[in-house]
């Protein structure tokens, strides 16, 4: 079983940069992609960034140009650096991964393995 940790979440004001940590202990497989969710309340689980075995990344376009996803593999630990944040990026942040799988990377249905979230809160 894969146990995901995300840490790094809290409040800070619009144009501040936050970084998240999403530590995963466990059997852990080498060919595994591991996303970046959000969701806000009354809002549905939204895709923001991920990355593969192979290093390749994916943003929402709400992010891109703001947020950068990396890993380091020794630690097991994926990363979500955020900069130029704004009010609308306050939500719960949740880490996810899958096994190999030839279905939709931004859907949160294709993941197996979540995190409790950690929440950002972006102040006007």
């Known amino acids: 079983q894969v146990h995901l940790v995300e840490s790094g979440g809290g409040l800070v004001q619009a144009g501040g940069s936050l970084r998240l940590s999403c530590a995963a202990s466990?059997?852990?497989?080498?060919?595994?992609?591991t996303t970046w969710f959000r969701q806000a309340p009354g809002k549905e689980r939204e895709f923001v960034a991920g990355?593969?075995?192979?290093?390749?990344?994916y943003y929402s376009d709400s992010v891109k140009g703001r947020f950068t996803i990396s890993r380091e593999n020794a630690k097991n630990t994926v990363y979500l650096q955020m900069h130029s944040l704004k009010a609308e990026d306050t939500a719960v942040y949740y880490c996810?991964?899958?096994?190999?799988?030839?279905?939709?990377?931004?859907?949160?249905?294709?993941?197996?393995?979540w995190g409790q979230g950690t929440q950002v809160t972006v102040s006007s």
């Open positions: 990355i593969n075995w192979s290093g390749g990344t």
């Open positions: 466990g059997r852990t497989s080498s060919v595994y992609t």
């Open positions: 996810a991964r899958r096994g190999y799988s030839n279905g939709d990377i931004y859907s949160s249905q294709q993941y197996d393995y």
